[in-house]
């Protein structure tokens, strides 16, 4: 189990969301909630991630990604 | 009058239907009490005249954000004869949350699956019948760039804004949790006289702890508490907190109605992959933005200033000049004639010479939003951004602040929280704008003849050092535990469309024109009627040199000594003034006071003017012109100490209050008092900056290196009480919300 932002590129299993109310609702209604599968695109290092939700694909800001564990 | 309001995520092409259904003109105000914009227009289709709202763009409804709360308490109030759900057709999944929540809420309403030749590009057939069928409202799949698409639209909602549907289909939770939604209904139905009928909904809020939504639907505190034992089992149970569990339904459901309705043949979403690899690439992303923003500017600066001279006259001629007339011919008093003239005529002026710089600015930004290119600038600036606490978009308003910063204030609109929109504005300022460059530039050219270039970027590095440090200070003192989260979608890129990129900056403009105008227009009124005044308050509309703002100039030069300013180098502190009008002004200032050479009057006839504004588009390109540095050789004698002193003062020009223009802007976005903040921020920041540079340096002063160095620690101190006072409504909140839950 990782953050997201130390994620390897590629597919993985979000685990869980940690942080307040507003950082777990802005995630829900992308479709990123525990159990989802989603694949990591492009990440800066230690920092901001692109990822692909079902058909989508996501920006997810440096502080935000911390806040996403995934396996 | 029938009223129809549009719902849904952001970018689903909600404004391009708008638009589509309303025309240009469009009524842009904003929501009450938040700066969320508000747009309403009107539908004329076949005798029928419906009034049409454009909700602001939003994921959910939890009212988590304004554009939330706005949305909600929309649908709450009532009155709305029909909804349109805007769906994105490429994208029906995620677009398809909201509707879930839309179909809890029993509203009447009609589900459009727009930008339906995007999702037939991607290969999906989507049955419009079957969505139709199971939720048992209309559902209708169109590409609103088309003509006939949209007259089918219209038609669909001119049928049914009089007998509207209301979707008729019930999400299903687990078990536990729709046994406590059932006691829960129970409960509600005993509690009576509530304001909103819709006890399931209520019920479902509970369980998703949205407070905001519970107000609004009368629940109250015991309530709350008599369940939390119950919602406690279940989250154990489900080692889930209950609103993902509700969430993860949802789309639980819309999966299933995905997978019944929508065929996939392959994906080709080519191009957009392609043009990604380059654009957020490690290697490539970080110089393409900057090419992009290179192209903006120039663009900007080319053509948006080859126009302003064009603007200038023109405006002059049909405004400034007939109200002159106007004044001379009824022989009205002085004191008429000024505010006529120099005030309203000059600052309706100014507000002209604004135009084409905005004009151009917001069109380079909405193609580059419509075009999709947007999301991938704010990814590859995030990581730096975030270093001062902001999110990679917030970049955007700042390098728009080189050139102008009035249009760079306006662009933090685009930023989602408050927080990032007050910081971002409050960094703008130190990016030095344009009308600061030919200031640097002429001071530099005689003061610093050697080392001219090297003078001019250590003042915009300066400028950018000092933004850079507030960031930190917000960042460390005032919203300490704020940090800014941002989930984006990547849309798909997209040809620009003319027409909505015309309709968007058009809006921008008339929205700049009204606000930022009004408070122009005020600054102008005043500065005519102190340049005309004297210091007896007898006014002569032709006033050279012995004003009222001259004597305030000269008694105020104390001020600025601790910079190296003399009292007989008084014109400087006058510039200072003149200066807030606008920045380039102060070199206009200078050389008049000094060179003592009236301006020659404009003789010439209206016709005439409008020859010569024609001809300045032409000259902008052909001549340069740099008469107006001869007579600051005038000046140099009086600048005490020479460039020590003289770089302090630009370092005070840099920094101090921004033009009127700016500050009307500024007010527009964060209200007055953010504004009265800012530019006492910024002033105070100049004043002790400048003065200990020239203390430090030369002056060795140890009162005012004291003064200074105090003032610089005032700032600091300020800062982290403001943070205090905010962590501690934070806290009351939050003890509130810990209170309910
Ligand atoms: N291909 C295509 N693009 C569309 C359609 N409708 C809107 N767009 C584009 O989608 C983007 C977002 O549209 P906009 O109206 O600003 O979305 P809003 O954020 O929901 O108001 C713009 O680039 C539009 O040109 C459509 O039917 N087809
Ligand atoms: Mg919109």
Redesign the interface.
Same mark, same amino acid.
């Not at chain 1, 939700?53 to 502080?63: A, N, Q, R």
């Not at chain 2, 940090?483 to 990547?490: A, D, G, I, R």
């Given at each position: 189990m990782t953050k997201l932002s130390e994620a390897q590129i590629g597919k993985h299993k979000v685990v869980s969301i940690e942080?307040g109310?507003?950082?777990?609702?802005?995630?829900?209604?992308?479709?990123?909630?525990?159990?989802k599968e989603i694949a990591v695109?492009?990440r800066?290092?230690k920092?901001?991630c692109?990822i692909e939700?079902?058909?989508?694909?996501?920006?997810?800001?440096?502080?935000?990604a911390e806040?996403i564990m995934v396996e | 009058m029938k009223k129809i309001a549009i719902i849904g995520n952001p970018n689903c092409g909600k404004t391009t239907i708008f638009n589509e259904l309303t025309g240009a003109r469009q009524i842009i105000g904003n929501w009450p009490g938040v700066t969320v914009e508000r747009k309403e227009g009107f539908l004329n289709f076949e005798n029928q005249k419906i009034q049409v709202i454009d909700l602001p763009g939003i994921?959910?409804l939890?009212a988590?954000s304004d554009d939330e709360k706005v949305s909600l308490d929309f649908i709450l109030n009532g009155g709305t004869d029909l909804f349109l759900n805007v769906i994105d057709a490429?994208?029906i999944?995620?677009n398809l949350?909201?509707t879930t929540q839309l179909i809890e809420m029993n509203i009447p309403m009609i589900i459009v699956m727009n930008r339906h030749d995007i999702a037939i590009n991607?290969n999906l057939e989507i049955n419009t019948e079957e969505f139709s069928k199971h939720l048992k409202i209309p559902v209708i799949a169109i590409n609103s760039h088309d003509k006939e698409d949209v007259y089918k639209l219209k038609k669909l909602i001119s049928e049914h804004t009089e007998k509207p549907d209301t979707a008729a289909v019930k999400i299903d939770y687990p078990d536990e949790i729709e046994n406590i939604i059932s006691e829960l209904e129970k409960a509600l139905e005993c509690g009576l006289d509530r304001c909103f009928e819709n006890k399931r909904w209520a019920a479902i809020k509970l369980l998703e702890?949205d407070f905001y939504a519970l107000s609004r639907s009368g629940f109250d505190q015991k309530e709350y508490d008599h369940f939390q034992k119950n919602i406690f089992a279940i989250e154990k149970l489900h080692k889930?907190t209950t609103?993902?569990i509700i969430?993860?339904y949802r789309?639980g459901f819309i999966k299933g109605l995905y997978e019944h309705a929508v065929k996939r043949k392959s994906d080709k979403r080519q191009r957009t992959e392609i043009i990604d690899k380059a654009a957020?690439? &490690?290697i490539f992303g970080l110089p393409i933005f900057l090419f992009i923003m290179y192209l903006v500017f120039k663009f900007t600066i080319d053509i948006g200033s080859s126009l302003i001279s064009f603007f200038d006259i023109i405006s002059a001629a049909i405004i400034t000049k007939p109200l002159e007339m106007l004044s001379a011919f009824f022989s009205f008093p002085d004191i008429v004639q000024t505010i006529l003239v120099s005030g309203v005529g000059v600052g309706i002026q100014s507000v002209m010479t604004f135009v084409p710089i905005i004009f151009c600015m917001f069109l380079s930004l909405s193609i580059l939003e419509d075009s999709g290119y947007m999301?991938r600038a704010?990814?590859v600036m995030?990581?730096f951004m975030?270093k001062i606490g902001l999110? &990679?978009k917030s970049f955007v308003p700042m390098i728009v602040g080189f050139s102008c910063s009035v249009p760079a204030v306006m662009a933090s609109r685009t930023l989602e929280s408050r927080k990032d929109r007050i910081v971002t504005i409050f960094l703008i300022p130190l990016m030095s704008c344009g009308a600061r460059l030919p200031v640097y530039a002429l001071f530099a050219a005689v003061f610093f003849p050697e080392n001219a270039a090297l003078a001019v970027f250590s003042l915009y590095a300066v400028g950018i050092l000092f933004a850079v440090l507030t960031g930190f200070l917000f960042k460390k003192a005032v919203y300490k535990n704020e940090?800014?989260?941002?989930?984006?979608?990547?849309p798909v890129y997209n040809f620009p469309r003319p027409k909505h990129i015309f309709i968007h900056t058009w809006n921008r403009l008339k929205v700049f024109m009204l606000s930022a105008g009004k408070v122009i227009l005020i600054g102008s009124v005043i500065l005519a009627v102190l340049n005309s005044a004297g210091h007896d308050f007898s006014f002569n509309k032709d006033r050279k040199g012995d004003s009222l703002l001259t004597y305030i100039g000269k008694k105020t030069s104390v001020v600025l000594k601790p910079m190296g300013i003399t009292e007989e180098n008084w014109p400087a502190t006058v510039a200072v003034f003149t200066g807030i009008f606008s920045k380039e002004a102060v070199i206009g200032t200078l050389n008049s006071l000094y060179s003592q050479i009236d301006e020659a009057e404009e003789t010439s006839s209206i016709p005439e003017m409008i020859k010569s504004a024609f001809a300045s588009i032409p000259e902008y390109f052909s001549q340069q012109s740099d008469d107006e540095s001869s007579a600051l050789f005038a000046a140099k004698a009086k600048f005490s100490n020479g460039k020590l002193s003289v770089y302090s003062y630009l370092l005070f020009i840099l920094i101090y209050f921004p033009c009127i223009a700016t500050l009307g802007a500024i007010v527009g976005e964060i209200g007055w008092k953010g504004a009265a903040l800012s530019v006492t921020y910024l002033t105070m920041l100049a004043w002790a900056v400048s003065s200990l540079f020239y203390q430090l340096t030369a002056g060795h002063d140890i009162v005012f290196i004291t003064a200074s160095a105090s003032i610089i620690l005032l700032i600091i101190t300020a800062f982290i009480a403001a943070g205090k006072i905010l962590s501690g409504e934070k806290t009351n909140a939050d003890g509130k919300n810990k209170k309910l839950s």
């Open positions: 942080g109310a507003s950082v777990k609702d802005k995630l829900l209604c992308q479709g990123v909630l525990p159990g695109i492009t800066k290092n920092g901001p692109v939700v079902g058909l989508t694909k996501i920006i997810i800001g440096g502080g935000m806040k | 994921y959910s939890s988590k490429s994208n999944q995620r949350y909201l991607h702890k889930e609103d993902i969430a993860d789309f957020l690439s &490690g999301a704010a990814f995030d990581k975030q999110p &990679g940090v800014s989260h941002f989930v984006m979608e990547l």
